[in-house]
């Protein structure tokens, strides 16, 4: 890959100004302009996060942290490995390239108006093709370890569901094995992978889960809430109800291979605690990552912190009680905001407590803050986390989270 001249890089850095005024604006171009250009890739993108315009601001905001950062592309590494792995769970592959960078630089085109120069959009022609270029790099190197790891495969291959088990009102699992019998691949705890299903339009569309349950299974368990729509015009979650009402089991779904940037690291620090945090559904990769540390780090003292409404929705609490009994080296707390009157009855003393999984109770347990921190959840818990442990300064190094959906800039949102 040749590097861009320093005159491209100067234009694209002299857009940068510009694209942040109009990032948004310009992604929304695109999208409409490249749906009904291309058509074919409109499956690839899930359509309700385009509604929210989430995917835009995701679009948008990676657009201009790379104009802005043209010159100094380390700071984008993290960037580029949540991008790729996300590209690669749902399998974009280089010839998908060429439509995006097409349709991406009419959208420019246009939205620019007369700032748009042969110039610039030949600059903005290279940068694409430059950091199409590193995506695709990586993305071929993921799809190689997907073929790589025994028992692996690339693509989407059927699994069918070998047991539907409730964990709560809102919340079930689903446990996955290979239709064509064998195992499953090993999975980096906090990973997700890829259900495809047929949509109501005649195509397929594609949504990730996290693995719920612990690698080393001969099955990938997910655990999916049944999403329904917040008033009486919004549609339910399509997916999510799809495999609560229709999917039974010993029935086969396709499914795509772990992929993902969240994921529970070995401890860095000696002695240095293992808090995880997660609210409502959010509990899934943490889950995940609990049964793991509690195998390979026997001695490493770990906190399990999860807020959700109240008992009616707590998933996998009769498993975590257990696992708080027989582990002295794990505590656990839940905070229900919405507790119903039995719950309330039952508190005293117990490990539940009203409210959100806020600072204080965080400090209650760990007074000298400093741990790897790794958590998931709603928006509103997510910034809350975020700030407040930005606030304590702990580095970016020891504080992980996962959105379900595409990534939204925690520094830009403040609690
Ligand atoms: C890395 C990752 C891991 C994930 N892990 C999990 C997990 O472990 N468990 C889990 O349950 N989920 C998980 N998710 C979320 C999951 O991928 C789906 O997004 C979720 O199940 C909802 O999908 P759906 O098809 O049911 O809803 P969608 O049809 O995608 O709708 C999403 C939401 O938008 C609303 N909506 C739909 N259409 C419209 C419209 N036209 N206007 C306004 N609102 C609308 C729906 O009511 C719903 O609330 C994860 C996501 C990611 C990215
Ligand atoms: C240089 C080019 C590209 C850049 C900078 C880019 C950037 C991004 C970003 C920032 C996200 C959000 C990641 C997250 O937070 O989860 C994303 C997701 C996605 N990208 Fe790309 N992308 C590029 C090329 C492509 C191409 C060629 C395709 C193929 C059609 C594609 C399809 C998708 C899809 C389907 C998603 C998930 C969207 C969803 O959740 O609905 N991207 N991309």
């Not at 769970?89 to 420019?108: D, F, M, R, T, W």
């Not at 047929?198 to 368990?221: E, F, I, Q, V």
């Not at 770990?302 to 009769?318: D, E, K, P, W, Y």
Request: glycine share 8%.
């Amino acid at each position: 890959m040749s590097p861009l001249s320093a005159s491209t890089i100067a234009i694209v850095k002299s857009t940068a100004p510009v694209l942040e005024e109009h990032g948004e604006l310009l992604t929304r171009h695109f999208y409409k302009r490249m749906f009904q250009h291309n058509p074919e890739v409109a499956p690839f993108f899930n359509q309700a996060n385009q509604g929210a315009g989430l995917q835009q601001r995701a679009l948008a905001a990676a657009i201009c942290a790379y104009a802005a950062n043209i010159d100094n592309l380390e700071v984008l590494g993290g960037a580029v490995e949540l991008i790729a792995q996300k590209h690669a769970s749902l399998q974009i592959k280089p010839e998908h390239y060429p439509i995006v960078g097409s349709n991406l630089l009419a959208s420019i085109q246009e939205v620019l108006g007369a700032g748009a120069t042969e110039e610039v959009i030949q600059a903005w022609g290279e940068a694409y093709q430059f950091l199409a270029a590193i995506l695709i790099g990586r993305e071929a190197q993921i799809y190689e370890e997907h073929r790589a790891t025994p028992h692996g495969w690339e693509g989407f291959k059927p699994f069918v569901v070998a047991r539907k088990e409730p964990e709560s009102e809102t919340i079930t699992s689903f446990y996955l094995e290979p239709a064509e019998g064998g195992s499953v691949p090993a999975f980096k705890a906090g990973q997700y992978i890829t259900l495809r299903v047929p949509s109501p339009c005649g195509h397929t569309t594609m949504r990730n889960y996290s693995l719920s349950d612990k690698p080393g299974n001969p099955w990938y368990r997910i655990s999916v809430k049944r999403e329904t729509g917040a008033d009486e015009k919004t549609p339910d979650g399509f997916v999510s109800n799809f495999l609560h009402q229709h999917v039974r089991t010993g029935d086969k779904i396709e499914v795509g291979p772990p992929c993902g940037e969240f994921f529970l690291a070995p401890p860095e620090a000696p002695g240095r605690p293992l808090v995880l945090l997660s609210a409502g559904v959010g509990i899934t990769p943490v889950m995940s990552m609990l049964l793991s540390a509690l195998d390979h780090t026997p001695e490493r003292k770990i906190f399990f912190l999860h807020g959700c409404l109240n008992s009616r929705v707590h998933a996998f609490r009769t498993q975590i009680d257990a696992l708080a009994q027989s582990h002295p080296n794990l505590t656990v707390r839940y905070r229900y905001d919405g507790p119903t009157d039995l719950d309330r009855q039952r508190m005293d003393g117990g490990p539940v407590s009203e409210g959100q999984i806020d600072a204080e109770l965080i400090e209650s347990l760990i007074p000298k803050r400093d741990a790897d921190y790794y958590f998931c959840g709603p928006k509103p818990f997510m910034v809350n986390i975020y700030h407040q442990l930005l606030e304590w300064g702990i580095p970016a190094s020891q504080a992980h989270f996962e959105f379900f959906g595409p990534r939204q800039d925690l520094e830009k949102h403040r609690p």
